[in-house]
């Protein structure tokens, strides 16, 4: 489809495993972000890349969280040794903007559910 | 940084009722505002927005105004349809960053 593509869609894990959550943008779109989402809370900013570059990643929780995007197009959000507390929705968004001029045009995925056992 | 404050749901209204939604922020400068809305088993996706005090952002019936005086941007639809049930989000931004509320559940019943 036409539109950003995540997967899985959900996932469940026990507590210690590495996790990988895949996102295709809309081709063409230069702006990739991932939010968190924990139940009952809005999305919550995790890191942002244009194109490979990976800008900011103020947000991403721990070291056991490292996000790539390698050749500006597909990007993974990878979690290793996963807890408890990394349940929740991962969302992926990208945009044809480039940072700094926040028009809020973004689109997002379905998100991956990740449950931590 | 920047934070965001809207009711809390869920909301269940008859169609054709009205609706409100309140959101207040807080920010440093002038963010941009927007309201997000997530229908059942799809992402997010921008409703409108509005980029500074005074702004009126409208789609699909719905309506919210940037007011700087009171720091609100509260959601507002005349008649609300049963397609409206939905999770609404109110968000803010000064650069590439949005900060959402915690979302509000609402459920229009025939």
């Known amino acids: 489809g036409a539109g950003v593509s995540q997967s899985p869609r959900y996932k469940v894990a026990k507590r210690g495993q590495d996790v990988a959550l895949r996102c295709d943008p809309i081709?063409?779109?230069?702006?990739l972000f991932w939010y968190q989402q924990a139940l009952g809370q809005g999305p919550e900013f995790l890191t942002y890349f244009q194109n490979e570059a990976q800008l900011d990643k103020s947000g991403l929780p721990s070291d056991r969280f490292f996000a790539e995007r390698p050749e500006g197009s597909v990007s993974t959000l990878k979690i290793q040794r996963t807890q408890q507390e990394d349940s929740a929705v991962y969302l992926c968004a990208s945009s044809l903007i480039l940072a700094g001029w926040n028009t809020g045009e973004l689109f997002f995925g379905e998100g991956s559910r990740l449950t931590v056992l | 940084g920047n934070s965001v404050t809207q009711m809390e749901g869920p909301v269940t209204l008859s169609e054709e009722a009205f609706l409100t939604i309140n959101c207040t922020y807080t920010a440093t400068g002038y963010p941009s505002l927007f309201w997000y809305v997530q229908y059942p088993g799809e992402g997010l996706q921008l409703l409108l927005k509005?980029?500074?005090?005074?702004d009126k952002g409208s789609n699909k019936g719905f309506e919210a105004t940037y007011r700087k005086e009171t720091t609100s941007f509260h959601l507002e639809k005349g008649s609300v349809q049963v397609s409206d049930s939905a999770v609404y989000f109110c968000s803010s931004s000064n650069d590439y960053k949005l900060s959402f509320g915690a979302g509000t559940t609402v459920t229009v019943r025939a």
């Open positions: 081709s063409g779109h230069v702006s």
């Open positions: 509005a980029t500074k005090a005074d």
